[in-house]
């Protein structure tokens, strides 16, 4: 097996997800420069944060942390459209365990009982082959061990994509957009809402209006990304 990976490897090269180059030794998905050149935001580790402040007044919301800064052009961004619009389901899990490293690093995050993955609308999720949001929450789960729950919230409508939107078209197309299904499941439990990108906060919020309707819930939000940060 390792002879047909050796040969496997040397006809099909994989590369680098941020500048292309072939990866070498134990590189994965990403080359040493690439991941020496990643914007950690290090929110998780202040008492407030720039994606606390976008996410102000949301009810029920205890904190809110991203991973990486969102850069048009940048690594980050070839990141994100890899994760969404490739296929690349291990770069999601791989960059969820980041998120997980990252979220024990804060004390304000310890008692999160379940993490719940942003939902796609059943065709979006047939289209791409998976749902990214619950990739990352599953590699979030492998270092930050809580259960995901991917059966409680459920997105009730097709919208258009969020980032052919201006502000308020966000806002509308998302707008009861999401639906708890067990509320029983929620209850009194406080989630770990997760997502890929966090711009303009359209989508985090139509899911906590959903949310807030479960008796006794508390909702942190973790995301990947953040833009225009």
Known sequence: ???????????????????????VGNERQLCLHCLNQLSYTGFSRLDTNPAEALLMGIPHLRGATALLHYGHGDIVQHIVHSMKFHGNSELCLMMGRQMGLDLLQSARFDDV??????PLHPLRRLRRGYNQSQLLCQGIAAVFPRPVDTTSFRRSRYTRKQSLQHVQQRRDNVNGAFRVT??????????????????????????????????????????LTIAGM
């Open 182 to 223: 067990r509320p029983d499941a929620l209850e009194g439990r406080h989630v770990l809402l997760v997502d890929d990108v966090l711009t303009t906060g359209a989508t985090i919020r139509a899911c906590c209006d959903a949310l807030s309707s479960v008796p006794g819930i508390s909702i942190s939000v973790a995301t």
């Open 113 to 118: 009982d379940l993490l719940l993955p942003v």
């Open 1 to 23: 097996m390792r002879l047909f990976d050796t040969i496997l490897n040397a006809l099909f090269p994989t590369v680098c997800v941020g500048c292309g180059e072939v990866l």
